[in-house]
């Protein structure tokens, strides 16, 4: 960590608090289970996406992929794809624009966009992983599009390829940083503690590489006007993102590139950086002179654009005799790529959860020829959760201690790393609540002690963790004469609910009904901040802005209304209901925004505000937590495992919409579930090629393996966050994979540390 | 996907003459595997010959109490059908543990006997495969082979067959009705797919020109009781890691009569018959279960990921006899 | 290699080989000239904008194409479009007039989806996966394959729904969706 963010951090702890948001304890719309306001479009397939659009004079684009992970391209023989019918443009190396290297993320820049690589392909003739785009085919149809792809000839030059991460981890080394953080923490001597201590567990666990496998492919469609300005249709979880690293690569105008992607389905980390086909697309689209679709079929999404990365992390912890913690260790290796720079930060999570004596923490990486792994859902905490609560559960059953004690014994009152006061921490509390409801006290303490017929049965838990954060936001608000409300950000909707909440935010804002509120958002041509759909920090970023940009408004409306108004010169509060302004306790003196607009003779007035820096992240150890319970039958004849009962009790702040956080928490589960049990993207090591790109091969959850899934929460206001409230979109699936295998102890005896836990583990 | 010419045949002399005066063509059914497969380029033909329009689509019960079941009859209409569902449970159970409901629609019971292997060397283009190229080698063998065969494999090819329907036809002795250039025959099921040895692109004894008309189920009174087990690597919507097909009659104890089948262990549905040998009026417990079981699986071989199938295969058998014989 | 200057060839290539088909979508006819290769999900979504439909994995393994052939739930992704001359297809926009259908208010209700992208999919399969279990089809849940009656359970459901794949995880609101939207005709 540099001098200078040690030095904010010492500031900041002298900063005043913001007020909290009054909205925090206003019963109205937030907090009630309002139905998804595009709904209808999405139920009656009318929800555009992507490839959707209608372009006139579109074209087809097609990429080709390496099909070596290391090496250089001697030649591309694109005779025979040259003449194929329809086909209209081959670019390679020799015939693409320039594009400039595009910058990798840093959250002190996340203005200016950010790659998952910081590559430019097609630019010279160097493979730096197997699936690497090497040349795009343009043609009149999908279909022959696709068939001259595949005529396509590339001889290589190959070159040995470091993509064995098993083999590669011992050369392993420390990065400069972990998410801004130190890679490398220690509090007193952990492993002096350890060796001292009464009880303790030293264990190795094991992550594979998964991939998102959103249902929709990435996709994008690119055109450039007359004036050399470029429009792309992107599934993007972050259109700003996009726009500007776009801009840069083709040495554009930020103002030049606009953005759109009203609706993603699905993106789960995979969408938040711009990989290759997009300014491949846009690539394309200038040699072909004409608009062009870059759809991804599914096994180019697995070879263009990369997942999590596998990890090995060594968990130790010792605990005195009264079960307090006197160590806790946890180091590991994740893999990246010389072109992503992306340590996967599992080693942030032991740092905020337990008060421990001692503490060893951190994590390297190694360098790896694959395409660049990334964020995929609570990257770090997903697989941070599975290691440490894994951890716990065994040391719990050395100790013969009920695991949800040894976890209330070690609550911290304070971060027990950064020594920061928490924000809003009830985790105890979401414990006590979901032990209760889950029925944890009539859980034998015993493994192997449930039966039925040839299924073995065990109950499993485990703490769900995850940060705090929130980017400065623009927004800009229009109320118009007729009473009406638009809210427009350049956000993004890939199934959180974008929309819903935050229409449900601005009508309890502005004093309006639900109807009379709309939000327009998913076009780069909105106001320009970075708004990402990510690190479950969408919603607040947004909210925050949204309150000074009513606020603002209402100080112009004030003004508007002149000294004519009830309003004026008011001594009272005056607050915003029955769509307009009124004095706080004065019944109804006051007025409508229709009236001041009306009388002002104005068809609307429009505001444009950003909300503040997130100094509050660094004030406060801000994170949402949750107790995940979980109940697996396992088959003692087969070694399947079915999970026939979960319940995740969460510490997220205020719930703004019990209907789609419930929907949020339940997927980050149900794609725990499939990260625990049998998502596995198998890399060969002899080629350093993904095997099976296909969702035939690669398991998701399917129905059958989902059980129902209850959600409580405490629905305690976080006085430091907007509306109170805390990101739900990733927490659900941390703790999840450990809550599974600690089941599957308790019911087979079988401690299973590598994932995910096939059926071949427990025969 | 290549360019194709494409033809619908409206009877089964037009089809066969189609298919056997046509260079490179293909039959298409339903499509579920060979659209896939021409899409992945492994597929090329030069022509479809359509045949969902032929007079193949019906069920017919024959006078003895078996069934004749046209080749274009669709997946579900087989699991659906009364007589199947009534004396033949495990056939219908096997189809119903097969894809998806979307798919049972659609595909067609002579296509299930054509599916090709979902070896993910086979499918990748930038693999060595031995079906896809004769001679070119094996890259699954040192690879990812935990859905490989584990027994009949050869040093070609560690391929499985993927069907389950296949895996209860096996079972159920039934026959396959195929005509050709030279007339009509009838192949036993056991004859109908091939094991690899160093021919793994010959998945099947069709001769050019031949197509499938349909399969003859004869009758089996104890079928009635009988199951179909799968086990795989989710919950649905997988194929098979092992799977079995059983029939079991008891009488007094011993086993009077007794039909196993195994599927994702070998290149084609593969009949158990050395359990059922050993198990030929042995008493009907789990100790002869396990006996047989051992002796069907005593050729196996595992590969790096697939071992655990051997046991694997061995308790399913076991579960699944037991629970036929009431245990 | 191409060279570094080449330009776009100014007269598309007509598809090579071209066929003559007449589907009759949602209850309009349609006669459509068609390269033999193009399934039906590319017909629908490239040559018609029947966008709902969608393209999740286009091999058959996600469910996201699923439309009604002949009130049959099939996948349009691996059916060719030149083999369903004279079928009826019905897609996520032909299967209500105007108001919702019941099974689509449902979802709007138990929240049965998040990004939406599976959405058109599961509810038409669920529609012909209704069908199916009114026929008397037994699933691989159903015990007792002769079985006259099935229970229309939750397992039931989820098993004969596992061919849609939905990976924001709104199963559970999809299968209370289903329940509360055909279990009133279950008990007829």
């Known amino acids: 960590m540099s ?13 005043p608090d913001k007020a909290p948001d009054p909205l925090i304890h206003k019963h109205g719309y937030l907090g009630t289970p309002v139905s998804r306001v595009d709904g209808q479009r999405k139920v009656k397939g009318e929800a555009r996406f992507t490839a959707e659009f209608e372009i ?24 025979d ?13 020799e015939n693409a624009p320039k594009m400039k290297r595009p910058p990798l993320m840093d959250v002190r820049h996340m203005d200016k966009g950010f790659a998952a690589s910081d590559l430019a392909v097609l630019q010279d003739d160097k493979i730096s992983w197997d699936g690497q785009p090497v040349a795009v085919v343009v043609a009149e149809t999908l279909e022959q599009a696709e068939h001259a792809a595949s005529l396509v000839r590339v001889e290589y030059d190959e070159k040995a390829a470091r993509v064995s991460f098993e083999d590669l981890k011992a050369e392993a080394t420390v990065p400069s940083a972990v998410m801004g953080e130190d890679p490398e923490l220690e509090i007193g001597n952990a492993q002096k503690a350890f060796a001292a201590a009464a009880f303790k567990v030293d264990n190795l666990y094991r992550t594979p590489h998964y991939n998102h496998n959103a249902i929709e492919p990435h996709a994008a469609i690119a055109a450039w006007d007359e004036d050399g300005r470029l429009t792309v249709f992107d599934s993007t979880q972050f259109v700003n993102g996009c726009k500007h690293a776009l801009a840069g690569m083709f040495g554009l105008d930020g103002d030049d590139v606009r953005v759109i992607a009203p609706f993603v389905g699905g993106g789960f980390g995979g969408k938040a950086a711009l990989w290759n086909h997009t300014a491949l697309c846009a690539a394309a689209a200038k040699v072909a002179n004409r608009p062009v679709k870059m759809a991804l079929s599914r096994e180019d999404v697995f070879r263009l654009i990369g997942g999590r990365t596998p990890s090995e992390q060594r968990v130790a912890l010792g605990a005195d005799k009264e079960g307090k913690f006197a160590a806790i260790i946890h180091t590991g290796v994740t893999a990246t790529t010389t072109h992503a720079k992306f340590p996967e930060q599992f080693s942030l999570t032991p740092r905020h959860l337990y008060a421990s004596r001692t503490m060893s923490v951190g994590q390297k990486v190694v360098n790896l020829d694959t395409v660049a792994n990334t964020w995929m859902r609570a990257p770090g905490e997903s697989i941070g959760t599975f290691a440490l609560e894994s951890a716990i559960d065994e040391l719990a059953y050395a100790m013969k201690i009920d695991p949800v004690e040894l976890r209330r014994l070690n609550e911290p009152e304070r971060d027990p790393t950064k020594g920061t006061e928490f924000s809003s921490r009830h985790l105890v509390e979401a414990y006590r609540r979901g032990a209760e409801k889950f029925g944890w006290s009539g859980r034998p303490a015993e493994p192997c002690s449930q039966r039925d017929g040839k299924w073995l049965i065990g109950q499993g838990v485990a703490t769900a963790y995850y940060p705090v954060f929130r980017f400065p936001a623009a927004v800009r608000l229009r109320i118009a004469a007729d009473g009406s409300a638009l809210v427009q950000a350049a956000a993004n909707e890939m199934g959180m609910g974008t929309a819903t909440v935050q229409i449900q935010h601005a009508a309890d804002r502005l004093g309006l009904p639900l109807e009379m509120v709309s939000f327009r958002y998913g076009d780069s041509d909105l106001p320009d901040s970075p708004i990402i759909a990510g690190g479950s920090s969408q919603t607040g970023s947004i909210a925050a802005a949204v309150q000074v940009a009513v606020e603002k408004a209402h100080r112009e409306l004030v003004k508007l209304a002149g000294n004519g108004s009830p309003l004026a010169g008011a001594n009272v509060e005056i607050e915003a209901r029955d769509g307009g302004l009124f004095l706080s306790g004065e019944g109804n003196k006051g007025e409508t925004y229709a009236s001041i607009l009306k009388r002002a003779g104005r068809d609307f007035i429009e505001v444009e505000e950003t909300s503040g820096m997130p100094f509050e992240v660094m004030k406060y150890s801000m994170a949402s937590y949750g107790a995940q319970f979980c109940k697996a039958r396992v088959n003692r004849e087969s070694g399947e495992v079915r999970i026939s009962r979960w319940l995740g009790s969460f510490d997220c702040g205020r719930i703004l919409n019990p209907k789609t956080a419930v929907s949020q928490l339940r997927g980050g589960i149900v794609m725990g579930i499939g990260m625990a049990l049998a998502e596995e993207t198998l890399l060969d090591t002899r080629r350093g090629r993904i095997m099976n790109p296909s969702l035939a091969e690669y398991h998701v959850p399917v129905h059958l393996d989902v059980p129902h899934i209850e959600i409580i929460y405490n629905d305690i206001p976080d006085e430091h966050t907007p509306l109170g409230a805390h990101g739900v979109g990733e927490i659900g699936i941390t703790g999840a994979a450990a809550a599974i295998a600690n089941a599957i102890f308790h019911a087979t005896g079988k401690r299973i540390r590598d994932l995910p836990i096939t059926l071949g583990k427990l025969l | 996907m290549k360019s194709f010419a494409y033809a619908r045949a409206a009877d089964l002399e037009t089809a066969v003459q189609l298919l056997s005066k046509t260079p490179n063509a293909k039959l298409l059914g339903g499509g579920t595997n060979l659209v896939d497969l021409m899409r992945e380029n492994i597929e090329q033909p030069d022509a479809l010959v359509d045949v969902t329009g032929l007079p193949l689509d019906r069920i017919q019960e024959r006078p003895d109490g078996g069934l004749v079941i046209g080749a274009t009859v669709r997946n579900t209409a087989v699991a659906v059908h009364p007589v199947v569902r009534d004396r033949y449970p495990l056939l219908a159970q096997a189809i119903v543990f097969g894809a998806s409901g979307q798919i049972r629609n659609m595909a067609t019971v002579a296509g299930n006997l054509m599916q090709r292997t979902r070896c993910l ?45 296949c895996v209860a036809l096996a079972a159920l002795n039934a026959k396959v009705k195929v005509v050709g250039p030279n007339g009509e025959r009838t192949i036993a099921f056991e004859d109908f797919h091939r094991l690899p040895e160093d021919t793994p692109h010959i998945e099947t004894d069709l001769q050019p020109g031949e197509l499938i008309t349909g399969i003859e189920i004869p009758p089996l009174g104890f079928a009635r009781r009988s199951l179909y087990r799968k086990i795989r690597d989710r919950a649905s919507y997988a194929f098979a890691l092992v799977s079995v097909a059983a029939a079991l009659e ?36 789990p100790e002869s279960f396990r006996q047989a079981a051992e002796a069907e699986l005593a050729p196996a071989r595992g590969l790096a990921h697939n071992d655990f199938k051997i046991e694997l295969a061995k308790r399913t058998i076991v579960g699944v006899l037991g629970e036929l014989a009431g245990g | 290699m191409p060279s570094p200057n080449q330009t776009p060839k100014a007269v598309p290539i007509p598809p090579a080989g071209s066929a003559l088909i007449l589907l009759k979508i949602n209850g309009v006819d349609r006669s459509l000239s068609i390269d033999p290769r193009t399934s039906l999900l590319d017909v629908l979504r490239e040559h018609l904008s029947l966008t709902g439909p969608k393209k999740g994995c286009n091999q058959g393994a996600c469910g996201a194409c699923t439309v009604l052939m002949d009130g049959q739930r099939v996948l349009s992704c691996l059916s060719l479009a030149v083999q369903l001359e004279g079928r009826e297809i019905t897609t996520i926009e032909g299967i209500a007039n105007g108001e919702l259908h019941p099974l689509q208010a449902a979802f709007i209700e138990h929240d049965g989806f998040q990004c939406g992208y599976c959405t058109p999919g599961q509810i038409c399969s669920a529609i012909g996966m209704f069908q199916e279990f009114q026929n008397g089809l037994p699933s691989a849940v159903t015990g007792d394959m002769a079985a006259a009656t099935i229970e229309f359970s939750d397992t039931e459901i989820k098993e004969r729904m596992s061919g849609n794949l939905c990976r924001c995880g709104a199963y559970v609101g999809i299968c209370e969706a289903i329940h509360s939207a055909f279990d009133r005709e279950v008990a007829k």
């Open chain 1, 3 to 15: 001098v200078l963010q040690k030095l904010m951090e010492t500031v900041v702890q002298f900063m």
């Open chain 1, 56 to 79: 006139e004079n579109l074209a087809y684009a097609v990429p080709v992929c390496s099909t070596i992970a290391k090496g250089r391209i001697i030649s591309i023989d694109a005779y």
């Open chain 1, 81 to 93: 794809a040259e003449r194929s019918p329809g086909v209209i443009a081959i670019v390679t190396a």
């Open chain 2, 121 to 165: 060397y086979f499918y990748d283009h930038a693999a060595r495969c031995n079906k896809r190229a004769p001679g070119a080698g094996c890259d699954a063998i040192g690879g990812f082979n935990r859905m490989h065969a584990i027994l009949g494999a050869s040093d070609s090819c560690i391929a499985t067959h993927p069907s389950d329907m």
């Open chain 2, 250 to 285: 008891v009488d007094n104890g011993k086993v009077r009569n007794i039909r196993l089948a195994l599927g994702g262990v070998a290149h084609k549905p593969w009949r158990a018959t050395e359990a059922e040998r050993v198990l030929a009026g042995a008493n009907a417990g």
